[in-house]
């Protein structure tokens, strides 16, 4: 059984789904094999309109809300949590703050060709010794004639090696905390800037993951995003929304999964495996309703923070328990190599740690309601 998609508009959903069969799911498993993504697959995805979800038509997006964005995105997953995890980087966390934050001159020259898939984005915040606690960054930039130089490096960088440009965070002195981190548009090809290494992980194969490092990287004024000092609450307000895409992403994971689970079931005929499926389906489902009612909140202009973070602990816990068990239903088939089962519970694990751990989810969580006294002023219109 397929739980029935109730978020977005049924034409970006629709269109994903078509996508998904046409063109993702036949590759889907040499991504993941080979570790690599076909080179012209952010093209293909910028001529259907995905890499310019939520950006507005006259930056050369597809307009798009947070809602069609994440059903775009959990069709995707589905298919490949790597590629879907690529868009979700490049939209929400390189191409959103550029929207928000951006000048029309940053707009014109690094976002319209995000929207339009002609290059991609990455967000570059955690440190090989720096990623919860993201006041403490160690990369640190100075003022130089015209500019500024960043020395430093940042690690498990999604999208690094390939991104036209990244969105980096620096400070200026660690002892000034957040008040010291300002936020900077750093292009490929910036004299001192490189890709030290691409890192290998257990799942969401395909989608890069790297180390960049600065070595006194001169950048021009005004590769500066927002203003100086700014940095941290750039980072944290990008991330609020990326939690939604990523949220997204998982639920994507764990309905695959879930269809995974019955699949198997069917297969043995356990009569054991009847509750184990009718946890994952209230799992899933509940999953499903906390990231449509953050995306709604989102649309809605009102505040959606909490539900973010509901959803993307909901979502991430929701793919890593359905994949698991799933597994123990596929039985010794399903640890084998190139299995689904194994493939969908190497990808899931990932979830519960990009954009945010679930113990940082929780923690956000737990404060806002318990200061709030409750979710309800996200919900009021
Ligand atoms: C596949 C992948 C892709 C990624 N892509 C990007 C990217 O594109 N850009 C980017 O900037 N980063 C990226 N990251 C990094 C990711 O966001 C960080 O790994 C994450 O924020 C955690 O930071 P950390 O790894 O430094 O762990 P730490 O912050 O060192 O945390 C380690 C452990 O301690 C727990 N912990 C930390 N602080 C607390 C606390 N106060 N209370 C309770 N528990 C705590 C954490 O939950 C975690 O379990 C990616 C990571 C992965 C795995």
């Known amino acids: 059984m397929r739980p029935a998609g109730i978020m977005g508009t049924p034409d970006w959903r629709q269109r994903a789904r078509r996508f998904v069969s046409e063109r993702l799911a036949p590759i889907a498993a040499d991504i993941d094999r080979t570790d690599q993504v076909p080179s012209d697959l952010m093209a293909i ?54 929207l928000r934050w951006g000048t029309d001159a940053q707009r014109t020259r690094f976002l319209r060709p995000l929207a339009a898939g002609r290059f991609l984005g990455a967000f570059g915040l955690t440190e090989p010794g720096v990623g919860s606690d993201a006041a403490r960054l160690a990369t640190r930039y100075e003022r130089a004639p015209n500019g500024f130089r960043l020395r430093g490096s940042k690690m498990f960088i999604t999208n690094g090696a390939s991104a036209a440009v990244v969105l980096a965070f620096a400070t200026r002195d660690p002892a000034l905390g957040s008040r010291g981190i300002s936020a900077f548009l750093v292009p490929q090809g910036t004299p001192g800037y490189s890709v030290a290494q691409r890192l290998d992980k257990m799942g969401i194969h395909g989608s890069e993951t790297t180390e960049l490092v600065f070595e006194d990287a001169h950048l021009p004024e005004d590769a500066l995003l927002g203003a100086e000092g700014e940095g941290l609450s750039i980072a944290l307000g990008a991330l609020a929304g990326g939690r939604i895409g990523i949220a ?134």
């Open 45 to 98: 995805l910028g001529r259907e309109g995905f890499t310019g979800l939520g950006i507005p038509a006259e930056w050369g997006g597809s307009d798009g809300n947070s809602e069609s964005t994440a059903a775009v995105l959990e069709e995707l997953a589905g298919a490949s949590a790597a590629v879907a995890t690529d868009l979700s980087v490049h939209l929400s966390v390189c191409a959103a703050p550029i």
């Open 248 to 381: 997204a992403c998982a639920l994507g994971v764990a309905r695959a999964a879930f269809e995974e689970m019955c699949r198997s079931a069917r297969l043995r005929s356990h009569e054991e495996d009847r509750a184990c499926v009718a946890r994952a389906y209230v799992e899933l489902e509940s999953a499903r309703a906390l990231v449509e009612a953050a995306a709604r909140a989102k649309d809605a202009g009102r505040p959606f923070e909490i539900a973010a973070s509901a959803a993307k602990l909901a979502a991430s816990g929701a793919a890593v328990s359905i994949a698991s068990v799933g597994l123990d239903i596929a039985g010794p088939a399903g640890t084998r190599a190139g299995h689904l089962a194994e493939r969908l519970l190497r990808d899931a694990r990932v979830f519960p740690i990009v954009e945010g751990t679930t113990e940082i989810q929780e923690r956000l969580l737990g404060r806002s309601l318990i200061e709030q006294g409750g979710p309800s002023a996200e919900r009021t219109p």
